[in-house]
């Protein structure tokens, strides 16, 4: 929205000067005179023009309603400032359409499927809300969910903007005071955030004791303002080490578990969840730093109805007693990542790192890219030996290596040669567009090196016809991906961004 600036002169340290006044003659002003009529004169023309615009504000306000925003600008925007959305529907409406528009974190533990298969916490509860109200329809009309995967952080501003009816984030969601939002009944009452760490680091007794360390936090975190509150009280604070946003909740954990992140902050029950197939994972009961914040879903404070529906549901749900058995059957065979910063590691690292450097930068690559996949692919082995004639550093086949002009893929430089090359070739054919942000498109690209291009492009077009972003990988196209191929390629594309990240916070020690 436009402002109107008034300037005025600042004379304050200016000389005494001559005002010609036709009722006074030539006199000389004080600066402080000459500042007031300044002043004067001045307000009598700001309050002239705005006399002047009254009539046309209405149609002022109009014209700017109806300018397009962009959604960078809506997201910028603070919550509080945003209007009451028009498109905001209650119960009724939500019937009349015969859809639910959920907004869901989208944490594989909060709403992730797996071949049809519901592994997030919040899928199950949903579905059998989605029962409730069709059980409870008058006129016959059955309502259908449709799912919204979101970042956590945009879920209320989603909502907000009537994107979506109601908000499930399968966490502990932070409301800021004022937003036109109303939490349902609680789902879990009193959810202590806990610190979790690896089996065999040290064990602190009292919260004091992290002065100075870090602790890990998934963007969106609800440990924001627990942390503030602690620090408030130490001399050295904690550290909120931010991670990555292509890192949701779970996958935190896992990097906790394999020794790459020394300590993160959670809450309990998805820390006892993930413990499950986690076993190394260490909860830190006695290290809360808050236990006031309640699970709950969300409504906006325009749908009263169906918020009610909401709690009456909430009230008389009780969780199956096998909720998580497709989650423990899916994650417990799960390839899970290794620390690739151990001292081994780092000296295969070493040994083949002139190399990836090389063939990376000939190929306009990140060398880290290429030694994440390599750890991923071969544990830095360039000796190994996979399925299908795959070998080496890249485990590369024969007939990929040819296609990129590389006769023998067996020796370090021709694997390295062969591999970077057949990154660019898919990055420049398949995933040029200038509609991919860097680390989305070499998602896709080693989406595609797992899997194939074909099959990522029908994984794209898929979500495209289902409302996700196609140019997405993490979270959006993964979804699909999960759904219709197992968990075996969202596994390797997630495994090699862990490492490239891992191997990125330590950029300055690995290069020369």
């Not at 003659?25 to 009254?54: E, H, M, P």
């Not at 021709?414 to 995933?431: D, E, I, S």
Request: proline share 6%; glycine share 8%.
């Amino acid at each position: 929205m436009g402002q109107i600036d008034a300037d005025v002169d600042q004379l304050h340290g200016a000389a005494p000067v001559f005002w010609p006044n036709a009722l006074e003659g030539n006199s000389i002003l004080t600066k402080k005179s000459l500042f007031n009529r300044k002043l004067a004169d001045a307000c009598s023309r700001f309050a002239t023009g705005v006399a002047a615009l009254l009539p046309l504000l209405p149609l002022l306000l109009g014209l700017l309603a109806s300018l397009p925003q962009s959604a960078s600008a809506r997201l910028a925007a603070a919550p509080e400032a945003w209007a009451p959305s028009e498109s905001t529907r209650d119960l009724a409406a939500v019937r009349a359409s015969g859809q639910l528009r959920v907004l869901v974190n989208q944490s594989r533990n909060s709403s992730g499927e797996v071949r049809g298969e519901p592994i997030g916490v919040e899928y199950r509860r949903l579905r059998a809300f989605e029962q409730y109200l069709n059980r409870n329809a008058r006129d016959g009309g059955e309502v259908r969910l449709k799912l919204i995967p979101l970042p956590k952080e945009q879920l209320l501003p989603a909502l907000l903007r009537g994107e979506g009816d109601l908000v499930a984030p399968g966490e502990l969601l932070p409301v800021r005071r004022g937003l036109a939002v109303r939490a349902s009944a609680p789902i879990r009452r009193d959810v202590p955030l806990v610190v979790v760490s690896r089996q065999g680091n040290r064990r602190y007794q009292r919260l004091e004791q992290l002065a100075g360390h870090s602790l890990a936090l998934p963007a969106g975190s609800a440990a924001r303002t627990a942390l503030q509150r602690v620090n408030g009280g130490l001399k050295t604070p904690i550290v909120a080490d931010w991670q990555d946003p292509t890192l949701a909740v779970e996958d935190v954990l896992e990097l906790v578990h394999a020794g790459i992140l020394p300590m993160a902050a959670v809450e309990l029950p998805i820390a006892e969840r993930w413990a499950k197939v986690l076993p190394k994972l260490r909860i830190d009961r006695q290290l809360v730093l808050a236990r006031k914040g309640d699970m709950s879903w969300y409504v906006h404070r325009g749908a009263p109805n169906l918020r009610a529906s909401v709690d009456r549901f909430l009230h008389d749900y009780r969780r199956p007693d096998d909720e998580d058995a497709v989650f423990l059957r899916v994650y417990r065979r799960l390839y899970k990542v290794h620390n690739p910063l151990g001292r081994p590691e780092r000296q295969r690292l070493a040994r083949v790192a002139p190399t990836l450097m090389r063939h990376a930068r000939a190929q306009s690559l990140d060398w880290l890219l290429l030694a994440a996949l390599a750890f991923k692919e071969s544990t830095l082995n360039p000796n190994a030996r996979g399925a299908g004639g795959a070998s080496g550093l890249l485990q590369i086949t024969p007939a990929a290596a040819r296609s990129v002009g590389v006769a023998n893929a067996r020796a370090l430089e021709g694997n390295v040669q062969a591999g970077a090359r057949y990154l660019a070739m898919l990055r420049k054919r398949y995933f040029a567009s200038s509609q991919f942000s860097e680390r989305e498109r070499m998602a896709f690209v080693l989406a595609a090196y797992n899997l194939g291009p074909q099959r990522v492009q029908g994984l794209r077009a898929e979500a495209r016809r289902r409302g996700l972003d196609p140019n997405r990988w993490f979270f959006q196209v993964e979804r699909v991906a999960a759904e219709r191929q197992g968990m075996g390629v969202v596994s390797y594309v997630s495994s090699v961004n862990k490492y490239h990240l891992a191997f990125s916070r330590e950029r300055y020690r690995l290069e020369p």
